[in-house]
T-cell receptor
Framework: DAKTTQPPSMDCAEGRAANLPCNHSTISGNEYVYWYRQIHSQGPQYIIHGLKNNETNEMASLIITEDRKSSTLILPHATLRDTAVYYCIVRVTGNQFYFGTGTSLTVIP | DVKVTQSSRYLVKRTGEKVFLECVQDMDHENMFWYRQDPGLGLRLIYFSYDVKMKEKGDIPEGYSVSREKKERFSLILESASTNQTSMYLC??????????????FGPGTRLTVT
């Protein structure tokens, strides 16, 4: 099963870019990488996904390495409201997502 | 915007009671999911459904059952609640999107306490 590994916690200064890494070394060729975040006491919220090209939307950018074994989520100008747990997920079989424990990002004023 | 609603934000039940958690989505998604979330364990999939009356076990189905009689509604049932089922329960729905990608949309969660 393609699973992911993320650091348990990170800090980032407000206004700076937050770079959240994820390792998915067993990912298969047709599996997307998804990123979600969960703000305290709320359900997870979709951020972005990608297959092999870099992706950008209004929330974040996703950089996927050429071998697809790792990726980085970039929040270009972190705000206090970006403090949350960030999950990197590889869709494994059918429609099942395997959420790990994610990275707890704290944005510091 | 996709909306996934759950019947209660907070619920307190006694050991042995039968508990129903309801989830409704308004985007005509084929797939619906129930997860539980516990500190240090992340989100774990309990059951999912890919069509009306269809269900599949997730990673931790023991002690739970589900019902999907209508496309928009997916219920999680605790037949006889136990204290180790105290947890945050999250419902999600999803469908295949463009480029065969897939997004899940989550409800706000139900925090269940079993005493």
């Amino acid at each position: 099963d393609a699973k992911t590994t993320q650091p348990p916690s990170m800090d980032c200064a407000e206004g700076r870019a937050a770079n959240l890494p994820c390792n998915h070394s067993t990912i298969s060729g047709n599996e997307y990488v998804y990123w979600y975040r969960q703000i305290h006491s709320q359900g997870p919220q979709y951020i972005i996904h990608g297959l092999k090209n870099n992706e950008t939307n209004e929330m974040a950018s996703l950089i996927i390495t050429e071998d697809r074994k790792s990726s980085t989520l970039i929040l270009p100008h972190a705000t206090l409201r970006d403090t949350a747990v960030y999950y990197c997920i590889v869709r494994v079989t059918g429609n099942q997502f395997y959420f790990g424990t994610g990275t707890s990002l704290t944005v510091i004023p | 915007d996709v909306k996934v609603t759950q019947s209660s934000r907070y619920l307190v039940k006694r050991t042995g009671e039968k508990v129903f958690l309801e989830c409704v989505q308004d985007m005509d998604h084929e797939n619906m999911f129930w997860y539980r979330q516990d500190p240090g364990l992340g989100l774990r999939l309990i059951y999912f459904s890919y069509d009306v009356k269809m269900k599949e076990k997730g990673d931790i189905p023991e002690g739970y059952s589900v019902s999907r009689e209508k496309k928009e509604r997916f219920s999680l049932i605790l037949e006889s609640a136990s204290t180790n089922q105290t947890s945050m329960y999250l419902c999600a729905s999803g469908s295949l999107g463009e480029r065969l990608s897939y997004e899940q949309y989550f409800g706000p969660g139900t925090r269940l306490t079993v005493t």
